[in-house]
DNA sequence: GCCGTTTTCGGCCCGACTGTTTTCAGTCG
């Protein structure tokens, strides 16, 4: 189940959409909002918290302080039951139709007493909408055209599927005549876990010639809206693609306007504001001269407004404003500062590949040092054995040798190691003895997902205890919009990891993303180390890495949080988990 | 409803596109 600021935090963004549906004070709306977005975002649990606690989370105030605790103490916010009464739940459910927002979704109610999708479909085919203000034929297709692709699942979609449509659509327009620059921007660019619609940005003086070859793009399948400086469309996926042309020399206002997030906009025009100036796409301005300052390059905007410049996966309005005019912003991690892959696969269990192919692959990327875990003989169906698993011992230090083994420069390290399962008990494969022979073990949960909270806790810290068990596999074992990750209490694993020297894995599967930002920022301040890993049952997976590193970035994190960005001999350090006494070389 | 080295009151980001509108409201990002 959701944590209690999750909980909260959907309550007051619910708050905020009834108080915009019924027409209420717009800015109370924005409040709400914010509040929401910055108690799901808290490092404490705001069920723990007192009023005064309350009232340093930024954006809450007395009034919203006095809502959370009458949450936790009666179970409800009799605020959000007043406006719950007045709405039905279906009404709020109706402004997820694109183009209907909360003005005419609640017309939709007040007059012809619409809460549910089917009846505004029945609605819109009666023409009953026509005797409305404001809806006309053009909005009734639209309405039905919006309820169509609700329910054909035109969700969001995973970050990698944006990734590869975005990269191509860029590579396309940048050779058109004419562009300038071409890039995505966006969530994408802040390597959201899920994108909901693509931002491309390019720069031209002239712009009809991008959007007639982005509408003609082969994927394209309707032009949803074609302007001078905007052009939308849909692709065969379903996936909505923006392009934005844009003056050359507007380029880093735009770059930097477009990528978001939108809080963090907020954040960078009111600095601007205060500064007399005004921020906009087009450029950073001074007000009552109404000339332009700079916008060049988003370094230049940055620093105008007193800042260094913000990494895009920082964008989220989490502190990165105010730790950059403190002069504190992480030196995040890089894709080029990992120096290995610690949980991969191979086709001695459930990989594709076999171990020279997927080495290969490894040390195409440059890394200093792999990993190869395949999973124990607790997954039944994986058919290891202890011989298996020997044997594959003997392969890999054979190949390690070959690839220039001990003190080989730039040779690249092979390590041997296993996945082993988390028992419903938190046991794993092998006993102590045998766990011994591994350069390093992850352990992960597979199954019996759905245990008690305490159960699962207990079962996740008894495996940090392992003194053989480096790093936690997928935490949470969620996959994505299919499976919700575990019930179990993170600060309490967080704690234990931190406590016995054991990493937590950032699965940088795009259907896992696991651990997830919000958690690793919450990790972090327990001192947890971290191991950005592929996962990888293929060689294609390896390329995986970017991101997992994209969510490492998300979650704040530098070299110095990462292990597997480490030296081999720091690395193996931290491998031996303070079992040196026990004479391990 | 929150917030404040210009404010304890009066602000609160800004612009594009669409459709129904004859000058603008709604939606979106």
Known sequence: MARSNDEVAALFQEYADLISITGGD?????????????????????????LKGLQEIPNVGKSIAGKVLEYFDTGSVSAVEELRSKIPAGVRRLTAIPTLGPKKALALYEELGISTIDELVEAVHAERLRDLKGFGPRTEEKILHGIGLLRAAGDRVLVDVAMDLAEDIVSR??????????????????????IGDIDVLAAAKRSEPLMEAFTELPYVTE???RGETKTSVRTDKGLAVDLRVIPPDSWGAGLQYFTGSKAHNIRTRELAVHQGLKLSEYGLFDVESGGKIVSETEEDVYARLGLPWIPPTLREDRGEIEAGLRGELPDLVTEEDIRGDLHTHTDLTDGLAPLEEMAAV?????????????????????????ERMLAQREHVRELDRAYGGRGGRGGMRL???????????????????????????????????????????????????????????HPTTRIIGKRPGID?????????????????EIN???????????????ARRHGVRFAVDSDAHATIHLAEMRYGVGTAQRGWLTCDDVINTWPEARLRRFLRKGREERGRS
């Open 508 to 522: 940088a599967h795009p259907d896992r993303l696991d651990l997830r930002d919000a958690d690793i920022l919450r």
């Open 26 to 50: 717009a800015f109370r709306a924005r409040v709400y909002e914010k509040a929401a977005r910055a108690i799901g975002g808290y490092h404490a649990d705001v069920s723990t918290l007192d």
């Open 173 to 194: 327009l940048s050779r058109v005549t004419g562009c300038l620059r071409c890039a995505y921007a966006g969530s994408l660019r802040r390597l959201r876990e899920t």
């Open 488 to 504: 179990a209490d993170l600060d309490e694993i967080f704690a234990a990891c931190a406590r016995t020297g054991t990493a937590l």
């Open 223 to 225: 032009v949803v809206a």
């Open 415 to 473: 390590l041997h190691g296993a996945e082993l399962n988390i028992g419903p008990d938190g046991g794993v494969d092998w006993p102590d003895d045998f766990l011994a022979g591994f350069d390093l073990c992850v352990a992960s949960v597979h199954s019996h997902f759905s245990q008690g909270r305490e159960e699962l806790t207990r079962r996740i810290v008894r495996a940090c205890e392992n003194p053989y068990v480096n790093i936690i596999g």
């Open 362 to 386: 490894a040390a195409e990327r440059g890394y200093a040092y792999y990993a190869i875990t395949d999973h124990g003989p607790d997954l039944y169906m994986q058919r290891m054995t202890d």
